[in-house]
């Protein structure tokens, strides 16, 4: 069992910068791929980046690629999403989740386990 949460959600401007983390307890995290997804109203939850086991690889959605970066602290518990370069259609829900597996996945049935979620909201 995993236990996740987030945190560092808020409301910014177009352009500016956040950094979401997700706090992890239960055991044996570094088994456990990490990735973030995000919801925004009226739309189906869409992934956004994952990191595997131990940070060996990454993957992006092709909206945030140059623009946000996942990372993990093993030693923490912890998971990041940089955000850089904010767009309005960033505006969503952000989640963490965890995916069982040394392999990555862009599909969130994959995932195992979720946190409650931060809201990022990006104004104009």
């Known amino acids: 069992q995993v236990q996740l949460v987030e945190s560092g959600g808020g409301l910014v401007q177009v352009g500016d910068s956040l950094r979401l983390s997700c706090a992890a307890s239960?055991?044996?995290?570094?088994?456990?791929?990490m990735g973030w997804f995000r919801q925004a109203p009226g739309k189906e939850r869409e992934f956004v980046a994952a990191?595997?086991?131990?940070?060996?690889?990454?993957i992006y959605a092709d909206s945030v690629k140059g623009r946000f970066t996942i990372s993990r602290d093993d030693a923490k518990n912890m998971v990041y999403l940089q955000l850089n370069t904010l767009k309005p259609d960033d505006t969503a829900v952000y989640y963490c989740a965890a995916r069982g597996s040394v392999t990555t996945s862009t599909e969130d049935w994959e995932y195992d386990y979720w946190g409650q979620g931060t809201q990022v909201t990006v104004s104009s």
């Open positions: 990191v595997s086991r131990l940070g060996y690889s990454t």
């Open positions: 239960g055991r044996a995290f570094t088994g456990y791929t």
